[in-house]
């Protein structure tokens, strides 16, 4: 109960910042109209997370015996079944997906719904005057556009019967434009087809790898709990909708709850906490010596409209805070409205183990 005290009285005088919310810009539409792709929404399985927490807790238990210790080192060492894992957590669909001859498979699922449902679709496919129509498409040298054409032979009875056509060459998908002058050479973590590549990798982790899969469904389930205090940030002016039933907190309540919580965890052998002028994290040491890096708060993906007030999250968690990929959690982000690198400058504080 101290502990909790605690945690309320330095959520609530806590220094907010303007830098405390991460600037992550949506990108933008292509030039037709596209199908939003929506992967996963947050609080999806938060049951069958819960569920999972508490087994795999349940041998650390808060039990103040002689041989509580003894319990803790078997509970530590022991194997994390990953397969009661899967279920719950944000896994992708990564089967070949080919379309008109196009091998769409290397590209995101939102990129795949504006090609087949929108610029080419089967009814634009496949109109009466065409025959054997074909699709291409490729990414930009930078990674960050996507551009789509398609081809058709003139069926007979039609002006240029035989002819080989080509169609669809202003078809654009843009990731956000302004990433260079937003993060300078680090903007090459910010392009979409980086950015799919990398959420491939996580797929990959959290397939293979039990220590990571457990610590994210740990971070899921704190991000259900959990809504960010616009409210109480500085840096915001505009209205507030706040969610029945949540709590609120700002980058060091996020931070505070990671540091109480997630020893409790199988794999984790200590926690650390960082801090910048302005925003919060976490490093996590895992039994078998590696180190995590982990910012809550700005892995939620939470957003707001400043004109509603409505608070939203983006398709997917922002998966570069947390990663064992030390440059990208440096200089993945910057800091709402001050486009400051704070993990590259952050401070050590202080540091929990088991």
Not at 172 to 177: E, M, N, P
Not at 209 to 216: L, R, V
Request: overall charge negative.
């Amino acid at each position: 109960m101290n502990s909790l005290k605690k945690l309320i009285v330095s959520v609530l005088l806590v220094c907010m910042y303007v830098s405390c919310v991460s600037f992550i810009p949506q990108s933008a539409e292509p030039v037709t109209t596209s199908v939003e792709y929506s992967e996963i929404n947050h609080g999806d399985d938060a049951a069958s997370i819960l569920q999972f927490m508490e087994l795999a807790t349940a041998d650390n238990s808060a039990d103040n015996s002689a041989d509580n210790s003894a319990n803790n080192s078997v509970a530590n060492n022991r194997e994390i079944d990953l397969s009661s894992l899967l279920p719950s957590l944000p896994l992708l669909n990564l089967s070949e997906v080919i379309y008109y001859g196009a091998d769409l498979t290397p590209f995101p699922p939102k990129i795949r719904d504006w090609i087949m449902y929108s610029s080419f679709s089967r009814v634009q496919m496949e109109q009466p005057f065409m025959l054997d129509s074909s699709l291409r498409v490729w990414w930009s040298n930078d990674g960050n556009t996507v551009y789509a054409e398609a081809s058709y032979t003139t069926a007979q009875g039609y002006i240029g019967a035989g002819n080989r056509e080509t169609w669809g060459q202003g078809a654009r998908y843009y990731g956000y434009q302004g990433i260079n002058q937003l993060y300078g050479e680090y903007a090459v973590y910010h392009t979409l087809k980086f950015e799919w590549e990398y959420r491939q990798e996580v797929d990959r982790l959290l397939r293979t790898d039990p220590a990571f899969a457990e610590i994210i469904a740990f971070a899921i389930q704190l991000c259900a709990e959990i809504e960010y205090d616009w409210a109480s940030f500085s840096g915001y002016r505009g209205p507030v909708n706040r969610t029945p039933g949540m709590r609120y907190a700002v980058c060091d309540g996020y931070t505070e709850e990671v540091m109480e919580k997630i020893l409790k965890l199988n794999s984790v052998s200590a926690v650390q906490k960082w801090s910048s002028p302005g925003h919060s994290w976490n490093v996590i040491i895992l039994n078998d010596g590696r180190r995590l890096f982990f910012d809550l708060t700005w892995f939620d993906n939470e957003h707001i409209n400043e004109t509603t007030g409505e608070i939203y999250q983006l398709d997917d968690y922002n998966w570069t805070n947390i990663t064992f990929n030390e440059e990208l959690f440096r200089f993945s982000n910057v800091g709402y409205g001050s486009g400051t690198f704070h993990h590259n400058i952050g401070t050590f504080d202080r540091e929990i183990r088991k």
